[in-house]
């Protein structure tokens, strides 16, 4: 079945940087868009990164555009998120998310503190 897996999450002071991952399995990886959302607590969730099929086309949210790079490696099924000059405000569960075969799919989520 569809399986998304996030990791890399955790406490980060202002300023630092962290590198999230999402491993993807059951599905051909490389034929799909792949996106990036967080949901910080009492928000919505929200759309913050997308990259196209073989990664050359990518946008981001105006919010984290500069600081945050999305990637892909399609031969190892993996898409990152590559997060520097964070900020409080950047704190949340991060997903990673595919609509794969019709259906939106989701990982169990990230969680990336940034505090001092």
């Known amino acids: 079945q569809v399986q998304l897996v996030e990791s890399g999450g955790g406490l980060v002071q202002p300023g630092g940087s962290l590198r999230l991952s999402c491993a993807a399995s059951?599905?051909?990886?490389?034929?799909?868009?792949m996106n990036w959302y967080r949901q910080a607590p009492g928000k919505e969730r929200e759309w913050i990164a997308t990259?196209?099929?073989?990664?050359?086309?990518?946008t981001y949210l105006d919010a984290v555009k500069g600081r945050f790079t999305i990637s892909r490696d399609n031969m190892k099924k993996t898409m990152y998120l590559q997060m520097a000059s964070l900020k409080p405000e950047d704190t949340a569960v991060y997903y990673c998310?595919?609509?794969?075969?019709?259906?939106?799919?989701w990982g169990q989520g990230t969680q990336v503190t940034v505090s001092s």
């Open positions: 059951g599905f051909t990886f490389e034929s799909y868009a």
């Open positions: 998310n595919a609509n794969v075969r019709g259906l939106p799919r």
């Open positions: 990259i196209s099929v073989a990664g050359g086309s990518t």
